[in-house]
């Protein structure tokens, strides 16, 4: 049967179910070695009932057989992925015996075969709905039970779950029982990965990789398990629970779709954090990050879990916070907020300034598919964002004192936001409520900026959100290098702001990002940090600097041009890769194309220029690198790179795709030339980048390859799906991609039919005609949002693309650009 027709859980569904059951125990027996494209799954769930019908979640390939309290159920009453079943009054036993699908798009047990060696890994993916696939079972976050797993496996497998296991014969591991757990968060991960083992503080702690990444995985074992031990630590401290998982295992591995889970016991990362090239600092912090984010997880989410999915945010802004906190506290990157300013908060404004915002708290979640839509910038960004502020306004004693008082109170259970603010409001903290109206229930960013004439600050709330927030921050000037902070409290719509400031001054609001809204400079100040920002030495001022230009860009009140000569003007500045990380492709993607003819070229010169300029070796060089050849029309320049990179840039298998993807877009070689190049180091990674540089070429074979994947013509991993729609669309090739925008509207509803989940959803986006920036796209991507034949996910990203192409679209009308 088809995953897609599944029906999405209810809210009232999963209420009524939590009222008649009480799950006792999962047993789970997965057979991983008999079959290539399958895996038989015995699952047998005890459970207490009050009596009275419900339903089991069940997503199998077939069923062999099912029995509940020993008399057979019918299997052909199995439909939408629900099998109803009458329970008796008091114990129940129902065994599931079926065979389920081993799937390749990174959801349910996803199999991928290394093609660097042939080996085969799977890896569980029980997230968000995915678990049914499986295992049989009652598939929401309140229903919790421990768990006991026996798997069979080929005799060269390692297998890895929520718990410690053993392995007491060749090919066969136990694994449990497990302490209580939601779901969503079982997961077994088995096959011959390279395994690292440690241990801190009396926790057994594991890292493990594909044989592929071994030898790149020890060496960075040891920064792992340094974060690892340091996050331990500090959580200890912090919340003062033991962790109670057993063993601690951080498993990488491959075509994830998220960047890691939470796993209790079993942490699931994508393994393009086991760095097999060069990376800069930037992307070292967001792996420090995310390893903190997981761990806090093991407390917030783990030990008490959401109720429902209306509050999921409360473990995403929660995780997010505490990991970029504690990243900061007590490990070598002190500079983390610094990176969050760089790497999410413009991810969160985005996704707050959208149509389709929603508030961070309390969003309705009818089911389970609508919470995940919701699954966003303002889950993660915008919540972390109020969370800091809480905790700086509460004061660390109260803020820490509620959330331990909060586990204890729940743990190994569910609970709700409420719960977590009454064990706040217990540990002395005043009325929450301003807190939970002002910013927790009320959809959108205020917009506030500076009138250096009047010397006023204003602050505008979002038009259709009503809402009146206090914002303390700083209003920061630069004027001829000298910084100088004006703190504020911004409680009404014009608040004095005693500030000097010049026609050369640039004026900043909150550059430190203490507060959270949509900061729009004026024109002299984007004019200002042209000379300011190059001699600018508070990295986090300058995150801040280019965030606020990045919001004016696309409220349509800064210049693309303007945006150009700032780029070109504060790249020179050896002390952070991060504006070339971040800001380059934001360029690239937003800017540039709306800018005056010869602004590439430019943004290309000062890029190349930086890399013969910086240290040789440096990741600063290495940034200045990507961005040279991100922005490279010199097909001639590029081979050369191809064959002799700058001194001191290595031209490792990143470097060379990199080059080949960009030759690829010019036309500069051929499919021959990049099939020679996969064969030459065939790896997971290579195999993306192939698939993105193939479809980047500009011939019709190209663009049809592409479009087969999108149809599900051609069958291919989530990677290699997401790299085809990247490849499609190139601003520069018109004539070619023109035909796929009609048809992405016309065969967009179709993909429901061929793929579910994160990817269908993914593909939507990716596959979105992005460089079509017209107002018949936008008029087209309407039509079909109103004709109701979309799926949800399908239709947030079509939404929510369309919403990019409005913003594109009032940019070019307020700036147009003159003719070449
Ligand atoms: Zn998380």
């Known amino acids: 049967m088809s995953v897609s027709s599944a029906r999405a859980l209810l809210h009232t569904e999963a209420l009524a179910r939590r009222e008649l059951l009480d799950v006792t125990a999962y047993d789970v027996a997965l057979d991983l070695a ?59 036993v129902l065994v599931v015996d079926a065979v389920m699908p081993f799937r390749n798009d990174g959801e349910g047990l996803h199999l991928h075969v290394d093609p660097a060696d042939g080996r085969r890994y799977v890896y569980g993916m029980s997230f968000m709905d995915a678990a049914p696939t499986v295992f049989a079972c009652f598939d929401q976050p309140d229903l919790k039970a421990p768990y006991t797993l026996h798997v069979r496996a080929p005799h060269d497998w390692v ?18 029982p497990t302490q209580p757990l ?63 998982f057993g063993d601690y295992h951080q498993a990488f591995v491959p075509e994830f779709n998220a960047g890691a889970m ?63 906190r504690v990243t900061a506290d007590v490990t070598r990157y002190a500079d983390a907020w610094t990176h969050v300013s760089w790497a999410r908060r413009q991810w969160g404004l985005t996704a707050d300034q959208r149509a389709t915002t929603h508030p961070v708290a309390g969003n309705g979640a009818v089911d389970a598919i609508v919470a995940l839509q919701n699954f966003d910038g303002i889950s993660y960004a915008k919540g972390s964002s109020i969370l800091r502020q809480l905790a700086t306004s509460l004061g660390d004693d109260v803020f820490f004192a509620g959330v331990v ?81 004006t703190p504020l409290a911004v409680q009404d719509d014009t608040t004095p702001c005693p500030i000097e400031a010049d026609g050369t001054t640039a004026v900043l609001v909150d550059p430190h990002e203490v507060s959270w809204g949509v900061y729009v400079p004026d024109r002299q100040t984007v004019a200002a940090l042209v000379s300011e920002l190059p001699r600018l030495t508070d990295d986090a001022v300058r995150a801040g600097a ?87 029309d010199d097909v001639d320049l590029l081979r050369s790179w191809l064959v002799d990179t700058p001194e001191g840039v290595e031209p490792d298998s990143d470097v060379r795709w990199r080059l080949l993807v960009q030759l690829a877009t010019l036309g500069g070689t051929d499919q021959a030339a990049l099939d020679a190049a996969l064969a030459d180091d065939p790896t997971a990674s290579t195999r993306v980048q192939h698939v ?30 997401e790299a085809a ?53 936008l008029e087209s991507a309407h039509a079909l949002l109103g004709a109701g034949v979309l799926e949800p996910a399908v239709h947030r990203r079509v939404a929510d693309q369309a919403d990019v192409l409005a913003r594109r679209l009032a940019v070019r009308a307020a700036y147009p650009v003159a003719a070449a």
């Open 34 to 92: 008999s079959d290539a494209e399958v895996f038989g799954s015995v699952t047998s769930i005890t459970f207490e009932s009050r009596g009275g019908a419900t339903f089991v979640d069940l997503k199998p390939t077939r069923v062999r057989s099912i029995r509940l309290n020993g008399a057979p159920v019918d299997v052909d009453t199995l439909d939408g992925g629900r099998l109803p079943i009458l329970t008796v009054a008091g114990t129940n």
């Open 159 to 176: 297998v890895v779950g929520n718990a410690p296991a053993t392995n007491p014969e060749p090919g066969t591991w136990e694994i449990g």
């Open 182 to 244: 939601s779901t969503y968060v079982v997961t077994v991960v088995a096959g011959p990965y390279h395994v690292i083992r440690d241990e801190h503080d009396g926790i057994p702690l594991g890292l493990s990789a594909r044989q592929s990444l071994a030898v790149h995985l020890d060496k960075d074992a040891d920064e792992l398990l340094t974060l690892t031990r340091q996050c331990f630590d500090e959580y200890h401290r912090r919340f003062g629970i033991r962790y109670p």
């Open 262 to 324: 939470e796993n209790p016991g079993c942490v699931t990362f994508r393994d393009q954090m086991v760095f097999d090239t060069r990376v800069t600092r930037g992307t070292r912090i967001h792996r420090a990050t995310t390893v903190a984010h997981e761990m806090a997880h093991q407390w917030f989410g783990n030990i008490v879990t959401p109720a429902w999915w209306d509050d999921l945010w409360l473990n995403e802004s929660f995780a997010e916070y505490m990991g970029n």
């Open 405 to 485: 008082d909060h586990l204890t109170r729940h743990r190994f259970g569910n609970a709700t936001m409420h719960d977590l603010f009454a064990s706040w409001e217990r540990a002395g903290a005043d009325d929450l409520a301003p807190v939970v109206d002002q910013w927790l229930r009320t959809a959108g960013p205020d917009i506030l900026s500076v009138d250096r004439e009047t010397a006023v600050l204003h602050r505008t709330p979002p038009s259709g959100h009503p809402a009146d927030r206090t914002h303390r921050l700083d209003v920061v000037t630069l004027r001829a290098g000298a910084v100088t902070s």
């Open 546 to 632: 280019w965030n606020n230009v990045k919001s004016g860009f696309s409220m349509a009140r800064v210049a693309p041009d303007a945006v150009v000569d700032l780029l070109v003007a504060a790249f020179p500045v050896a002390d952070t890769e991060d504006t070339a990380r971040h800001t380059v492709p934001w360029v690239l993607a937003e800017v540039l194309p709306a800018a005056a003819p010869g602004s590439r070229a430019r943004v290309h010169d000062a890029a190349a220029g930086l890399v013969a300029d910086l240290e040789p070796g440096s990741e600063h060089q290495l940034a200045a690198f990507r961005a040279a050849v991100r922005t490279a």
């Open 692 to 721: 993105r540089a193939s479809t980047s070429l500009p011939t019709p074979e190209a663009k049809q390859l592409a479009w087969r994947m999108f149809t599900g013509e051609l069958d291919v991993a989530n990677y290699e799906l």
């Open 725 to 777: 729609g990247h490849g499609l669309w190139q601003g520069t090739q018109r004539e070619l991609t023109d035909p796929y925008v009609e048809r992405y509207f016309a065969e967009l509803p179709g993909t429901s039919a061929v793929r579910s989940g994160w990817v269908l959803a993914l593909a939507a986006e990716a596959f979105f005609p992005r460089t079509r920036v017209d107002t018949e796209t």
